[in-house]
């Protein structure tokens, strides 16, 4: 961990939500970069996906500060039992891999480091914080084909994820990377 960096991991989505004015600051210098190119629709929608995302079940926020500067943040729930999250990968995955039961997967949803603090552990640091103690069997987490997004895939595989298959969650959305992460005392992913 960077010194002077400093780790909040928050469970309750009244907390996580007063700090959403922060998280889209932070999301809008983030994902305006290469492979992403996202502008203020795109930071507004965050906004409103947060929100929702805040109140589902298992959620967690962790956010990292260096000083009183957030520098980072990450955060994910439990996919629920009627999860639509496997439909759209473009590979089968068997029935068995995609059986959902609202306490299996945990989705790391989102993981932003501003440009300054990346490559310091700040990333690796909230993810660890993020899934820690989780009941989940496995965690999952998408990272873009691009190749300015390798950074990004090349951390995940070191923390033990493997992609599954690619997917689009949505028309004219872009492709995604599905990895998944075995968590202690589960079975393999």
Known sequence: MTTGVTYERIERAEEALRRLDALARVYREVYAEPP??????????FRVRAGRQAERDGFRLVLARDRDELVGFSYGY???????????????????????????????????VRGAWRRQGIAAAMHRLLIA?????????????????????????????????????????????????????????
């Open 78 to 112: 439990r996919l629920p039992a009627d999860t639509g999250w496997w439909k759209a990968v473009e590979e089968p995955l068997g029935e068995a891999f995609v059986e959902e039961n609202g306490r299996r997967t945990f989705n790391v949803a989102e993981l932003a």
């Open 133 to 189: 103690d989780q009941e989940a069997e496995r965690s999952t987490l998408t990272a873009r084909p691009d190749p300015e997004a390798a950074p990004a895939r090349t951390a995940y595989a070191a923390w033990g994820y493997r992609k599954v298959g690619r997917a689009r969650y949505g028309d004219g959305q872009p492709a995604y990377d599905v990895m998944v992460l075995p968590l202690p005392g589960g079975p393999p992913a």
């Open 36 to 45: 992403y190119r996202e502008g203020p629709r795109d930071a507004a929608a």
